[in-house]
């Protein structure tokens, strides 16, 4: 019983660390379509989805926190995001962005090392080899 209560310590422990090196944080933007929306982020997984309210919602979850720098702005023409990693415990942090922007909304994402999940897609995406910067062009249904 004492192994068993010794274990319930040690999960607790663990569960308590890791609560406090991951922070969760959601931006809102209110925003007049059309606007352009701009993601730099290192290591990170991007997931973006459009609706069609007139807001960019953002969900960071950093781990562990204190291993990034986050900057947020917002203008007439749109909404801006920067996470970096920190230069010595950057190298084991990790991050995930849930995304949702209006629909008509340019999105412009500059990722290092990073995933991305586009969600509600309709069209055709054309990704070129990767030797450089990527571009994507979706067009819509039937207009090749």
């Given at each position: 019983?004492?192994?068993?209560?010794?274990?319930?310590?040690?999960?607790?422990?663990?569960?308590?660390?890791?609560?406090?090196?991951?922070?969760?944080?959601t931006?809102?933007?209110?925003?007049?379509?059309?606007?352009?929306?701009?993601?730099?982020a290192?290591?990170?997984?991007?997931?973006?989805?459009?609706?069609?309210?007139?807001?960019?919602?953002?969900?960071?979850?950093?781990?562990?926190?204190?291993?990034?720098?986050?900057?947020?702005?917002?203008?007439?023409?749109?909404?801006?995001?920067?996470?970096?990693?920190?230069?010595?415990?950057?190298?084991?942090?990790?991050?995930?962005?849930?995304?949702?922007?209006?629909?008509?909304?340019?999105?412009?994402?500059?990722?290092?090392?990073?995933?991305?999940?586009?969600?509600?897609?309709?069209?055709?995406?054309?990704?070129?080899?990767a030797?450089?910067?990527?571009?994507?062009?979706?067009?819509?249904?039937?207009?090749?």
């Amino acid at each position: 019983m004492q192994r068993l209560n010794t274990l319930w310590q040690v999960v607790n422990a663990a569960s308590s660390v890791r609560e406090i090196t991951q922070r969760s944080k959601t931006f809102h933007f209110a925003v007049r379509e059309p606007i352009t929306f701009y993601l730099r982020a290192e290591n990170a997984i991007v997931q973006v989805v459009r609706w069609a309210k007139p807001l960019v919602e953002v969900q960071t979850r950093l781990q562990p926190a204190f291993g990034w720098r986050i900057a947020a702005d917002q203008d007439d023409a749109g909404v801006y995001i920067a996470a970096k990693r920190r230069v010595v415990v950057g190298g084991i942090s990790t991050a995930r962005f849930h995304v949702a922007v209006p629909h008509p909304t340019y999105l412009v994402l500059r990722l290092d090392g990073g995933s991305l999940l586009l969600d509600n897609l309709t069209g055709t995406l054309h990704i070129p080899p990767a030797s450089g910067d990527i571009n994507i062009s979706l067009l819509a249904n039937g207009s090749d």
